[in-house]
């Protein structure tokens, strides 16, 4: 049975099809490229809140100027990363390519950075003949699914994120460029401090903000392994299957994923084949717990990065 969730807005009505309870909706054949009414983009907006995941397909969206006009709708841009280069003559653009290694951990887009992006596109350039999908899973989901004892533990926990850390790959699965990947993604370190529990500036909804740059948490007399151990448990609420969309590419393809309250992961199980998408990210606010605190800089200047944007 296909269910259909309409978001009415003054006079636009965009038809999703959801793609499971808890995450994911889809629209087939909706026109992005040029500019957007008012009434659309507040659509979209409804839809990714409600949503928190979206896929356009046969979304006309054809270049990286298209892409970076399609994101541009939804607030100022950040440039393509803060350590890794982007497309040549496309700041805010980062290419996503097999080429470079893939990005099997459950993450969510940069939040080793005081102001993690908002919302993350992704726009398919060269799909896989099979595989290389992206799973996206609800962070809100699984703050939800947890014991009331363990949600409110996790309501008081403050993680330390960070772009460098120990992420040992074995050797047969190392890609041939990888140290140097790894030089770029590190030659400058940041580390920050966030909620673990972060309230969505939009809905108020509550998601589990961790991932994998999310590497201890801020306990006095804690050890590092206790403290992963921890990581682990919250972690393993986030990527169960029913708060996991699994998202197929094809030609000509949009997604858009509300990076404050999702996880996400691309499995390696294409077989080397070619597989290339570009990535443009929105400029987000600073996240805050359920008291209303704010994340906090302990190390690096994220600032030629990304503005800090009002949300939206
Ligand atoms: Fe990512």
Do not use: C
Request: glycine content about 6%; aromatic content about 8%.
């Amino acid at each position: 049975m296909t269910i259909v969730t309409e978001n009415r807005t003054a006079s636009t009505t965009l038809a999703f099809t959801k793609l499971g309870s808890k995450i994911g909706a889809e629209i087939r054949g909706l026109d992005l490229r040029g500019e957007l009414s008012a009434d659309v983009v507040a659509g979209i907006r409804a839809a990714l809140n409600e949503h928190k995941a979206l896929v356009f397909r046969e979304a006309n969206i054809l270049t990286d100027e298209d892409q970076v006009r399609f994101a541009g709708h939804f607030g100022p841009l950040t440039e393509a990363h803060p350590t890794v280069a982007s497309v040549e003559g496309a700041v805010n653009v980062l290419p996503v390519d097999s080429e470079n290694g893939s990005a099997n951990t459950w993450h969510t887009d940069v939040t080793f950075v005081v102001n993690p992006p908002q919302a993350s596109t992704l726009r398919s350039i060269t799909v896989p003949e099979y595989g290389g999908e992206t799973l996206i899973a609800s962070s809100a989901a699984a703050y939800q699914d947890l014991p009331a004892e363990l949600r409110t533990f996790a309501d008081s926990l403050w993680a330390i994120h960070t772009n460098d850390y120990d992420y040992s790959v074995p050797k047969n699965l190392e890609h041939a460029n990888a140290d140097e990947r790894r030089k770029e993604f590190t030659r400058q370190v940041f580390e920050t401090v966030h909620p673990v529990v972060r309230v969505h500036p939009l809905t108020g909804e509550r998601g589990l903000f961790i991932g994998g740059f999310a590497q201890r948490l801020r306990i006095v007399g804690l050890s590092n392994t206790e403290s992963k151990d921890i990581i682990r448990i919250l972690q393993a609420y986030v990527v169960r299957p029913e708060n996991v969309v699994r998202v197929n590419w094809e030609p000509n393809q949009l997604v858009l994923f509300d990076n404050r309250i999702t996880q996400h992961y691309a499995p390696d199980n294409y077989d080397g084949l070619p597989r290339t998408l570009n990535r443009v990210t929105i400029a987000g606010d600073v996240p805050v717990s359920i008291e209303g605190k704010p994340s906090q800089a302990l190390q690096g200047d994220s600032s030629t990065y990304s503005v800090i944007a009002p949300v939206r």
